[in-house]
């Protein structure tokens, strides 16, 4: 009976958000289509501009949390930022509205939602991990679940097909630490397996593997039996060699069975497509002309990288610009498009084949 009483209410959409440098939210779709009604498979990314939340926040803007309400079918959007505000917006009004918001005393940096539980876990600057619910589409009072931690660099939730589930967070005192989930409270095991190096960002591709970012400036793969055992079992990928032993600065998901890694100044990208905790194909690509830093003081490529999509052996990835004269210049040698957002939003789309 119970199982039956707790249907879940909330479901993910086909939705994806993201800021730009004035803290306006933008949330759009983007899907393959076919390039003419001739042509056989879909071919060509196309993306559509959904809504735009004018001046969200007052600072940077670290958490996107999309969510749809399946008795109503109405989208909503759940935001974190450096302002230290949380905010819950209606998505299904022309213009969309604020709901509900809470102040928190610190800086928010990392965060999952869980849809079944109908909350949000996240993290402050302290490290200290938090959860506040939006039952009822109201946000409550966030309450402490796990404190007196080390700065977080990452914070994110497995789910097994055993029905098991782990918060995994990685500080930055080279430490991975694995808890009992919904049950934070319950440290399972901790890691420290690399010296005066940290975990600063992962991507959670299971059910294959986990890929860690090093701030050595390397990529592991992490085998996901080091969350359910009690050893810790991962591989050094050496990508560095990959891109003339460049610093692998950020790694993007692309789906289960394959990630992006690119060095510090995007000047290459290598793709990665995986099986189990095994790298089955690398491909490396010069985009060096599409000029996504301009000079060494242009911190900002991390926030340039909006999102990739595979069909079969091809990778669309899009990266953001925000004026018309950033754009890639049309002599690159790169096969790409230039799509128009927004007013001030433009993104290049590019493709690698496998």
């Known amino acids: 009976m119970d199982s039956v009483a707790k249907a879940i209410r909330f479901t993910l959409p086909s939705l994806r958000a993201?800021?730009?440098?004035?803290?306006?939210?933008?949330?759009y779709n983007s899907s393959f289509t076919h390039e003419t009604k001739e042509s056989a498979p879909p071919s060509v990314l196309a993306v559509n501009l959904v809504k735009t939340i004018n001046k969200a926040h007052d600072s940077l803007i670290s958490i996107f949390e999309l969510f749809t309400d399946s008795t109503t079918s109405n989208n909503y959007l759940i935001t974190a930022s450096y302002d230290?505000?949380?905010?819950?917006?209606?998505?299904?009004?022309?213009?969309?509205?604020l709901i509900d918001s809470l102040k928190h005393p610190k800086k928010i940096d990392h965060a999952f939602i869980d849809l079944k539980e109908e909350k949000l876990v996240f993290s402050d600057r302290t490290g200290d991990i938090f959860e506040t619910y939006f039952k009822d589409l109201k946000l409550t009072k966030p309450e402490v679940i796990q404190a007196n931690m080390d700065t977080l660099a990452f914070l994110t939730r497995l789910d097994f097909p055993n029905g098991k589930s782990y918060c995994v967070v990685a500080d930055e005192a080279e430490k991975l630490k694995v808890f009992k989930y919904p049950e934070i409270y319950h440290l399972m095991r901790v890691y420290s397996p690399y010296?005066?190096?940290?975990?600063?960002?992962?991507?959670?591709l299971t059910p294959n593997a986990l890929v860690a970012l090093l701030s050595s400036g390397d990529v592991a793969l992490i085998n996901t039996d080091s969350f359910v055992g009690t050893e810790y079992k991962a591989k050094q990928l050496d990508l560095k060699s990959k891109v003339e032993n460049k610093q692998i600065t950020n790694i993007f998901k692309v789906d289960s069975e394959c990630f992006i890694a690119v060095d510090d100044f995007f000047t290459a990208i290598i793709v990665c497509t995986l099986k189990g905790d095994?790298?089955?194909?690398?491909?490396?690509?010069?985009?060096?002309?599409?000029?996504?830093?301009?000079?060494?003081?242009?911190?900002?490529?991390?926030?340039?990288?909006?999102?990739?999509q595979r069909l079969e052996n091809r990778v669309s990835i899009l990266i953001k610009f925000e004026s018309k004269q950033e754009l890639a210049h049309e002599e690159s040698n790169l096969l790409h498009k230039q799509i128009k957002l927004s007013e001030n939003v433009y993104f290049t789309e590019f493709t690698v084949n496998l």
Do not use: C, G, Y
Not at 18 to 27: A, E, G, K, L, P
């Open 84 to 97: 230290k505000q949380i905010k819950l917006w209606d998505l299904s009004t022309e213009t969309p509205s």
């Open 195 to 204: 010296k005066q190096t940290n975990f600063t960002k992962i991507l959670n």
């Open 18 to 27: 993201f800021s730009d440098s004035n803290h306006n939210v933008i949330i």
């Open 278 to 308: 095994e790298i089955v194909n690398e491909k490396v690509v010069d985009i060096s002309d599409l000029r996504i830093i301009r000079d060494e003081k242009d911190h900002s490529a991390s926030q340039r990288f909006i999102e990739a």
